[in-house]
């Protein structure tokens, strides 16, 4: 143990123990953990380290506390809303500007879209048209074509079959057009983006992963040129931790 550092609470030490548990036992998102006092004899814990185990696995989105006859803590799938909360929490504590998203989109998304290439299956291809369709009916409309947009994203993180790669995008969704920090889309902006995405879609489906890097590679680039040239302020700009920028 490093010189100093406190022991790990009581209560974390079993939100683990039950994480592990759950894991061992290959229980599913949907089903039961064990009673109260099932836990209270199978752990050898208090009533009180218990229930702070089970609001801190909640409050991390593992489980849900279903109330009433025959409640208690139900297994979650947990999305990325609280990894979300906790970058830009530290972002925010590390005074890291908007552009340091746009550098990690830079890094991370040429080469999600080259695994998705190989790894997306027929459902996700699928999903992904969805989205570019979506952007094409709602060009007018730019906030359901963000949201389109967005989407856009997520589908092709969570393709490549890399969980800590959806994660980490997943986490950055909320805040990764700018939108949320003054961020504009003109129509003939928005109309760029989709028939990039078109490109991007067209690489996918045709399963090449060196196409779909570069496409994904000049889309974000270009979003990057297009910020620096209508927006330079706001790339400097330091991204707050509220509710409104975590999606």
């Known amino acids: 143990m490093t010189h100093g550092a406190r022991p790990p609470k009581a209560a974390v030490l079993l939100a683990q123990s039950i994480v592990q548990d759950t894991f ?5 998102p949907g089903d039961m953990l064990l009673p109260e006092r099932t836990m209270l004899e199978r752990y050898k ?6 229930r702070e185990a089970l609001r801190l696995l909640e409050f991390q989105g593992v489980i849900s506390l279903k109330p009433g006859p025959g409640g208690g803590p139900v297994l ?23 552009r340091s998203i746009v550098e990690v989109r830079s890094a ?9 290439a190989v790894r997306m299956t027929d459902e996700e291809l699928s999903a992904l048209e969805g989205s570019v369709l979506q952007m094409r009916d709602e060009l007018d409309n730019q906030s359901s074509f963000l949201d389109a947009s967005t989407r856009f994203h997520g589908i092709i993180a969570w393709s490549s079959g890399n969980a800590l790669f959806g994660y980490i ?3 950055l969704l909320g805040i990764m057009d700018g939108s949320a920090i003054g961020i504009d889309y003109p129509a003939h902006r928005r109309a760029a983006i ?10 996918l489906s045709s399963r090449d992963p ?6 994904m590679r000049c889309h974000i680039a270009e979003y990057e040129r297009y910020a620096q040239r209508k927006f330079p302020h706001l790339l400097d700009e330091v991204i707050p931790w509220e509710q409104k920028f975590l999606g």
């Not at 989709?194 to 690489?203: K, M, N, S, Y």
Request: no cysteine; aromatic share 4%.
């Open 108 to 116: 991370l998304e040429p080469m999600t879209s080259s695994l998705a």
């Open 45 to 50: 814990t208090g009533r009180g380290t218990l």
């Open 76 to 98: 979650q799938d947990p999305d990325a809303s609280h990894l979300a909360s906790t970058v830009i929490l530290l972002m925010q504590l590390k005074h890291a500007p908007f």
């Open 24 to 28: 061992r036992e290959r229980l599913k």
């Open 169 to 171: 995008v997943d986490s």
């Open 210 to 215: 060196v196409v779909a890097e570069e496409r």
């Open 194 to 203: 989709l028939a990039a995405h078109v490109e991007i879609f067209e690489a």
